[in-house]
């Protein structure tokens, strides 16, 4: 039984094999396209789907999509049309998706809908390895919904309450957002960053712009939006609730800002809190699984864990749309087989790169190496020489994750303990802002004796207090919190042995671990790519699979031939794309 996931056309678009049961491949669109964040139908995820499976496209039984394009269609209806949308309105057409995949994928067997949420929840639920819990999805909107609750149990998922647009959480966030003078939809984890520099001076305000209701429910005054029919997403009153006009993007950022972040992430926390409690009541299930881009929220998941009701929290950890395939793909095999897919086990499912393959790009692009080919424990001692003498190192091993987390495919690595390391590691590659911090890995044996855990995080979706002996400033956020990744050998053989030869070298069992890419571009995904990534900044070294490239050894011409190259994939990607409007990925 093969089924294939697939989500698109909104923002993150995504696909996904299911065989027999099994995530055998995932992956964002984004990553192979280079354009972060591609909304586009995603044609070369699904083919390195099929070709992961190793099958052709008539191998497959279903195909199946995250959100029902007809319930959508009747709330575009209700909102209207937005002002500057094009007269035209193929947004409006809810045959588009069915059309993109025929004609776009050439698929002419079933393809099966399920609503936007349920297929949030059925990411989490399905694929966690409860056999029954609790779900809250939340996110900006879906169809209708904005935040869902329901429980799973086996291969079944129900949904008994939810709250709908325009009132939303997600929405909410990414108002304020915007006000901050942040990008809606990429800027909501810097308003999260920003939070514990400032206080809750504006509680007030924030408690006006969204009220709890009974039960599940709360509202939003929309006297403070604009988002439903505007082109903005606050009104006027917004700024005068707050007596401070917005913030241009890229201004300073001062006291008032960080006191607004905070206040807006005491309240979301509040709210969340509160509906965590109504829903564990309405249950009376020990464990909640979560999902929706509002669950990627690593602070408010902590403080869930920490104060709510559940004893146990599983939070899908591509909690965003592109997770959205997962789901629908686990909601498709249910239904045709009456079976629960397999838990997932880790979220390295997308395409990787042997080392023989990595030895012909570097013989053919006269680029030199250390080959470790049967050396791993060399090329562990080769990286933490690096390391140790505060060098960063980008680190290209195994296949790429799914999700917005780098842990240990694609990741830069630096010395945690370094307190230079976080401007330097902005100066050569990251340019991000000052204030948002990085975040550990720590090999799992060693995690409760650094941070106040006492469960393993592998997927970075929590924060939690720094207890660590040691003093940890690249790791560390002003508020003493991080959010670690725990490394388990069984899940990340290599990456834990790196570990820990850096633990027995330092005494430190940890690494700062960020994404392995520049600033406005998607992760790395392929040699070239990562190549590209140090061609283009200051990274030190750059591990390919068993080759150690240092920097002097890149060829001096490289970095002039790398925005050609990079133009060149971007265009090519483009052309094998569905000529589907770009109108289509407007939210409203
Ligand atoms: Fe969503």
Redesign the pocket.
């Known amino acids: 039984m093969n089924v294939l996931g697939l989500s698109a056309f ?1 923002h993150e678009s995504a696909c996904c094999l299911l065989q027999d049961g099994r995530l055998v491949a995932a992956a964002e669109e984004e990553r192979f396209s280079r354009v972060k964040h591609d909304p586009r139908l995603p044609v070369s995820a699904f083919r390195f789907c099929l070709q992961a499976g190793g099958l052709g496209i008539t191998d497959l039984e279903a195909v199946a999509y ?2 029902s394009p007809l319930k959508k269609l009747s709330r575009q209806l209700w909102a209207g049309i937005p002002e500057g949308a094009s007269p035209d309105l193929p947004w409006l057409d809810p045959g588009a998706p069915e059309r993109a995949i025929r004609e776009g994928l050439g698929w002419e067997g079933p393809i099966l809908f399920f609503d ?2 349920l ?2 929840a059925a990411s989490a639920f399905l694929l966690s390895d409860l056999p029954e819990a609790a779900v809250l ?1 939340v ?4 169809e209708w919904a904005t935040t869902s609750y329901g429980r799973g149990r086996g291969a079944e998922v129900e949904l008994f309450e939810e709250v709908d647009f325009p009132h939303s959480l ?1 929405l909410l966030y990414a108002t304020l957002t915007s006000y901050l003078g942040f990008e809606v939809n990429d800027g909501e984890y810097k308003v999260m960053g920003l939070a514990p520099y400032g206080e809750p001076r504006y509680l007030d305000q924030m408690r006006r712009l969204v009220s709890p209701g009974p039960e599940g429910q709360y509202r939003l005054d929309l006297d403070y939006f604009d988002f439903v029919r505007g082109r903005r997403m606050y009104s006027d009153a917004l700024p005068r609730l707050f007596g401070e006009p917005p913030r241009r993007p890229e201004a300073e950022i001062t006291r008032f800002h960080q006191d607004v972040a905070r206040s807006l992430q005491a309240v979301l926390e509040e709210i969340l809190l509160a509906k965590a409690l109504w829903l564990h009541e309405r249950t009376g299930l020990p464990d909640l699984c979560m ?3 509002v669950a990627l929220n690593v602070v408010a998941n902590g403080r869930i864990l920490r104060e709510g009701p559940f004893e146990r929290l599983f939070v899908q950890p591509a909690a ?2 592109s997770g ?1 395939c997962l789901g629908a793909a686990a909601l498709a095999h249910a239904q045709l087989t009456g079976k629960r897919p397999e838990p997932l086990r880790h979220v390295y499912l997308g395409p990787r790169w042997s080392a023989d393959e990595i030895a012909g790009l570097l013989a053919a692009t006269g680029i030199q190496a250390h080959d470790f080919r049967g050396r791993e424990a060399d090329l562990l001692e080769a990286v933490v020489d690096r390391l140790t003498s505060g060098q960063v190192v980008g680190w290209f091993h195994g296949p790429l994750e799914l999700g917005p987390r780098a842990l240990g495919g694609r990741s830069l690595l630096a010395d945690p303990r370094d307190p230079g390391m976080r401007d330097r590691l902005n100066r050569l590659v990251k340019k991000r802002e000052a204030f948002r911090p990085f975040a550990p890995s720590v090999l799992a044996s060693h995690a409760a004796a650094h941070f106040d855990l006492d469960h393993p995080s592998p997927y970075m979706l929590e924060t939690c207090r720094v207890i660590s002996p040691l003093d940890l400033p690249a790791v560390t956020h002003v508020d003493g919190s991080a959010r670690p990744q725990t490394v388990d050998p069984g899940m990340s053989p290599r990456y834990a042995a790196l570990l820990e030869a850096f633990h027995r070298r330092t005494g430190c069992p940890l690494l700062v671990n960020t994404s392995f890419n520049v600033r406005g571009e998607p992760i790395v995904a392929s040699p070239v790519d990562a190549l590209s990534c140090m061609g283009v900044s200051g990274i030190d070294a750059v591990v390919l699979e068993d080759f150690l490239i240092d920097r002097a050894m890149l060829p001096a011409h490289w970095a002039d031939l790398l925005p050609a190259w990079r133009e060149r994939s971007r265009s090519g990607f483009a052309r094998g794309q569905s000529a589907i409007s770009e109108d289509l990925y407007t939210f409203v």
């Open positions: 909104f995250y959100e936007h949420h297929s949030h999805t996110d900006g909107v879906g997600g999902a929706g881009g965003g749309d959205g």
